[in-house]
Nanobody, 124 residues
Framework: QLLESGGGSVQAGGSLRLSCTASGYDISSACMGWFRQAPGKEREGVALIRSDGSTSAADSVKGRFTISKDKAKNSLYLQLNSLKPEDTAMYYC????????????????????WGQGTQVTVSS
């Protein structure tokens, strides 16, 4: 089970930190990531982090969002800075065993488990 938290409403330029806690799943050997979906739009991969700690991010969030994890807490994080209204979406935590590549940010079907999502709303 993946449980997200940390969403909310902020003004443009603000920051949020999303958290995802994995229950019953050891993230130490897994690939984890964040996707988002805005109303009327397709689901979009935001960032991923591999078991070795290396990361990939979508061009739209590079330099603004940072993905990280804490193996001891079995948790995943997404720091969102310099938020824009177009970042408004439901954000989902995802995980799968093994490896992952940047291209898997464009492949929602690659991911084995999804959280329920946490809403991020950015006002102008």
């Amino acid at each position: 089970q993946l449980l997200e938290s940390g969403g909310g409403s902020v003004q443009a330029g603000g920051s949020l930190r999303l958290s995802c806690t994995a229950s019953g799943y050891d993230i130490s050997s897994a690939c984890m990531g964040w996707f988002r979906q805005a109303p009327g739009k397709e689901r979009e991969g935001v960032a991923l982090i591999r078991s070795d700690g290396s990361t990939s991010a979508a061009d739209s969030v590079k330099g603004r969002f940072t993905i990280s994890k804490d193996k001891a807490k079995n948790s995943l994080y997404l720091q969102l800075n310099s938020l824009k209204p177009e970042d408004t979406a439901m954000y989902y935590c995802v995980v799968r065993s093994g490896t992952c590549a940047t291209r898997h940010l464009a492949d929602s079907g690659y991911w084995a488990y999804w959280g329920q999502g946490t809403q991020v709303t950015v006002s102008s």
